[in-house]
Nanobody
Framework: QVQLVESGGGLVQPGGSETLSCAASGSIFRIYAWGWYRQAPGMQRELVAAITSTGSTNYIDSVKGRFTIASVNDKNVVLLQMNNLKPEDTGVYYC????????????????WGQGTQVTVSS
């Protein structure tokens, strides 16, 4: 079984910074990609940032230049550095990973963390 555990988050003032981390543990053969999603109240969950095992990154336009996603591959950890936070960044942030648990053929699977609240407010 695989678990993703997030840490970080909380109340941050506008313009402030916060780093979220997510650690994967369990039966992991390979992690193909990581993603950070967020869900604001009354809104659908959206992909904020993603990184592949080759280091390719992708961000939604609203966070470009402010957020940075990075993976620490030998530790099965992904980070989301968030700078210049805005009230519209408020939401529950979820870690996601595309993981193969054993070698061989067949698809990999998506795993999710439990979510961590980020509130940007003065």
């Amino acid at each position: 079984q695989v678990q993703l555990v997030e840490s970080g988050g909380g109340l941050v003032q506008p313009g402030g910074s916060e780093t979220l981390s997510c650690a994967a543990s369990g039966s992991i053969f390979r992690i193909y990609a990581w993603g950070w999603y967020r869900q604001a109240p009354g809104m659908q969950r959206e992909l904020v940032a993603a990184i592949t095992s080759t280091g390719s990154t992708n961000y939604i336009d609203s966070v470009k230049g402010r957020f940075t996603i990075a993976s620490v591959n030998d530790k099965n950890v992904v980070l989301l550095q968030m700078n210049n936070l805005k009230p519209e960044d408020t939401g529950v942030y979820y870690c996601n990973a595309d993981i193969r648990t054993s070698p061989g053929v067949g698809p990999s699977s998506d795993y999710w963390g439990q979510g961590t609240q980020v509130t940007v407010s003065s």
